[in-house]
Nanobody
């Protein structure tokens, strides 16, 4: 079985920083697109940032110039460095990955269970 496990969430004051990690484990042949999504109470789940297997990144306008997404393919781990955090960043943050588990390299979508980020004074 494949699992994605997020870590690094917590409580932080406005202007502070957090770094989220997403570690993939299990029977994995390769990992394609990865991304971070977030969902605030009563809101839709929105994309925060994505990163391809070769490192091409895309960001939501709301986090551009404040967040940085990265990945370490050897460690099967993705990161989200969050700086200058604002109260509106408060949400559950979810890890997403497109993963091939078989020798035919067919890819399937996987989600982590989420980690809470709360930005408040």
């Amino acid at each position: 079985q494949v699992q994605l496990v997020e870590s690094g969430g917590g409580f932080v004051q406005p202007g502070g920083s957090l770094r989220l990690s997403c570690a993939a484990s299990g029977t994995i042949r390769s990992i394609g697109l990865m991304g971070w999504y977030r969902q605030a109470p009563g809101k839709q789940r929105d994309v925060v940032a994505t990163i391809t297997s070769d490192g091409t990144t895309n960001y939501a306008n709301s986090v551009k110039d404040r967040f940085t997404i990265s990945r370490d393919n050897a460690k099967k781990t993705m990161y989200l460095q969050m700086n200058s955090l604002k109260p509106e960043d408060t949400a559950v943050y979810y890890c997403y990955a497109l993963i091939a588990i078989n020798s035919d390299y067919a890819r399937y979508s996987y989600w982590g269970q989420g980690t809470q980020v709360t930005v408040s004074s």
